[in-house]
Antibody
Framework: EAQLVESGGGLVQPGGSLRLSCTAA????????MNWVRQAPGKGLEWVST????????YYADSVKGRFTTSRDNAKNTLYLQMDGLRAEDTAIYYC????????WGQGTLVYVSS | DIVMTQSPDSLAVSLGERATINCKSS????????????LGWYQQKPGQPPKLLIY???TRESGVPDRFSGSGSGTDFTLTISSLQAEDVAVYYC?????????FGQGTKVEIK
């Protein structure tokens, strides 16, 4: 069965950086598009980014474009989200999810941006 | 951007009764070359990640009870819970994966009356 485990969240000051990881198991990672979706406390779901299966194509929400970078290491079955220039409004649980239909989700990792 | 609008925002239904959630997209999410609607429905219970219920607007994900069904095409979609069970209390979201930026509806909270 497919499994996704996020890590790397935590408390960071405004303007700081954080790198999230999503480790995949139970499926052929390099054949699937991967996504990051976030959820601010008590709010709805917000798509953040998508990366193609080979990593050659990436897409971002306007709210994070130029500040966040999605990448993947298919040899390590791992997806990354490099977050720079963090703002208070980036505070959220960050989920990774497999394929365009978001068929599998990790449990999420909390990013808290505060001074 | 495609805006996804769900209605209602919340819904209280008696156990065993039908629950219906609507989702309207500001542009069609039907891809004409394969006749597929790039629309998914998700269930999220408190403290848990979302769970895929329906993809391609009407295909039930493996393991999802058959009381959940999806319908619609183009810009108008519906998620129906035919006989509400206590474990169905959750927030439900629609999501279009037709184009980027991918977008979600605002969510519909389903409770027991």
């Amino acid at each position: 069965e497919a499994q996704l485990v996020e890590s790397g969240g935590g408390l960071v000051q405004p303007g700081g950086s954080l790198r999230l990881s999503c480790t995949a198991a139970g499926f052929t990672f390099n054949t699937y598009e991967m996504n990051w979706v976030r959820q601010a406390p008590g709010k709805g779901l917000e798509w953040v980014s998508t990366i193609s299966n080979g990593g050659g194509n990436t897409y971002y929400a306007d709210s994070v474009k130029g500040r966040f970078t999605t990448s993947r290491d298919n040899a390590k079955n791992t997806l990354y989200l490099q977050m720079d220039g963090l703002r208070a409004e980036d505070t959220a649980i960050y989920y990774c999810a497999r394929q365009s239909s978001l068929a599998y989700w990790g449990q999420g990792t909390l990013v808290y941006v505060s001074s | 951007d495609i805006v996804m609008t769900q209605s209602p925002d919340s819904l209280a239904v008696s156990l065993g009764e039908r629950a219906t959630i609507n989702c309207k997209s500001s542009q069609s999410v039907l891809y004409s070359s394969n006749n597929k609607n790039y629309l998914g429905w998700y269930q999220q219970k408190p403290g848990q990640p979302p769970k895929l219920l329906i993809y391609w607007a009407s295909t039930r994900e493996s393991g999802v009870p058959d009381r959940f069904s999806g319908s619609g095409s183009g810009t108008d979609f519906t998620l129906t819970i035919s006989s509400l069970q206590a474990e169905d209390v959750a927030v439900y979201y629609c999501h279009q994966y037709y184009t980027t930026p991918r977008t979600f509806g605002q969510g519909t909270k389903v409770e027991i009356k």
